[in-house]
């Protein structure tokens, strides 16, 4: 069944008023594993929400959903770009980038109803930044050329986005995998390439001075939802997609719940507090969605990379044409 097919009969549910959501009140109970925690193993993706924007648009208000007509924009949009991503040739007058072809990149078979990602504040809004001027990014002023390789962030180096960054859904590599163990649930992104083995024995974070680009993430179960708590992050990512935006501090506390609502369906929420960089804590919250077709592949990022080499010699291309020789000092 084609996506085109499945947004219309998405579309067709929703005006029916045949959502597969559960009514007010009604709540899903997960099946056990043999030692009787919940089960929330599988494989997700959050494709279906890669449109929704992180902060809402101040004309939803405090509206964290989509009414009918709003939804029914949202599928037409879908079907038309299931349409221009499917098309065997590109346009003739189609702009040349460095992005890839549509063809590559990943789309939802039904847009998710939200208005955004953040759910809490009930604007959608990331609470304001303690410093006027936020935190800021490391590496280079814009427009710079850079000097080494650390004047990238983490992510084009291929070395992490961090928590959050590692889960929200992008262009393509949203797969999540969730595996469990006796006392140990394992959650493994598959960009870029991240795992995290947390353990639910109440055991401590280790002492301040342990600092990790993931942290160190410790379990729990309330009820039927999994709680991970993780501290000991540096300072050195954000919590935005691919890890940008503001550079959190390195008293950042996520707080990650897990929980499964449906068959298919496990809701995602997590808790951002950090007082030295927002005035308040504040939550994203979308859903993971086991599709039977979903495949989690390798994610080599730049193999060898030969990008950032490429990278670093194109700067020093720039500097020498800006200097006036012709560009060709700076070529290795």
Known sequence: MNRSLLATLAL???ALGSVPVLAPGQSYTPPRTPWGDPDIQG??????SIDVPMQRPEAFGDRLFMNE?????AVESLQRQDA???EEFAPENARVTVNPPGHWLEWGDEPSRQTSLVIDPPNGR?????????????????GAPAQSPEDFSLYIRCITR???????????GNGTRIVQGPGYVAVANEMVHESRIIPLDSRPHPGENIRMYMGSSRGRWEGDTLVVETRNLTDRTGVSVNGGGTTHSEDLVIT??????????IHYEATIDDPRTWTAPWT???????KPDYQVYEYACHEGNNAMRNMLSAARVQEAAAAGDGGQGGQE
């Open 12 to 14: 067709g549910a929703f």
């Open 43 to 48: 494989v997700f993706t959050t494709d279906d």
């Open 69 to 73: 007509e709003e939804y029914r924009e």
């Open 84 to 86: 221009r991503f499917s």
């Open 126 to 142: 990331i609470p304001p930044q303690v410093q006027a001027q936020g935190r800021g990014g490391r590496g280079r002023g814009r």
């Open 162 to 172: 961090g928590v959050t960054g590692s889960i929200l859904p992008v262009i393509y």
């Open 256 to 265: 990650e719940r897990f929980s499964r609502t449906a068959p298919d369906r």
């Open 284 to 290: 994203m919250g979308f859903d993971l969605i086991d």
